[in-house]
């Protein structure tokens, strides 16, 4: 049984910075892409970030430039630095990665930024 946890949500003001992690435990088989999503009310699911196993990235233009992702293999994480952070920012955030067996989804951070 494979768990992602997440942690580092919260309440910031704007121009502050937050930063996500989410870790996968349990019976892990090679970890391929690793992403960030996030959720705001009454919107659908956007992809925030990508990275893949060669570390790769890739982002939503509406992060570019403020939010970075990365990821320790050694410890099945991934994190998302999120700076300069926006109210539009605000949403629940979830992390899913891809293996070569199955894909998983973290149980979400409600990330809130004020203005």
């Known amino acids: 049984q494979v768990q992602l946890v997440e942690s580092g949500g919260g309440l910031v003001q704007a121009g502050g910075s937050l930063r996500l992690s989410c870790a996968a435990s349990g019976s892990i088989f090679r970890i391929n892409f690793m992403e960030w999503y996030r959720q705001a009310p009454g919107k659908q699911r956007e992809l925030v970030a990508r990275i893949t196993s060669s570390t790769s990235t890739n982002y939503a233009d509406s992060v570019k430039g403020r939010f970075t992702i990365s990821r320790d293999n050694a410890k099945n994480t991934v994190y998302l630095q999120m700076d300069s952070v926006k109210p539009e920012d605000t949403a629940v955030y979830y992390c899913?990665?891809?293996?070569?067996?199955?894909?998983?989804w973290g149980q979400g951070t409600q990330v809130t930024v004020s203005s």
């Open positions: 899913f990665i891809n293996t070569y067996r199955a894909n998983y």
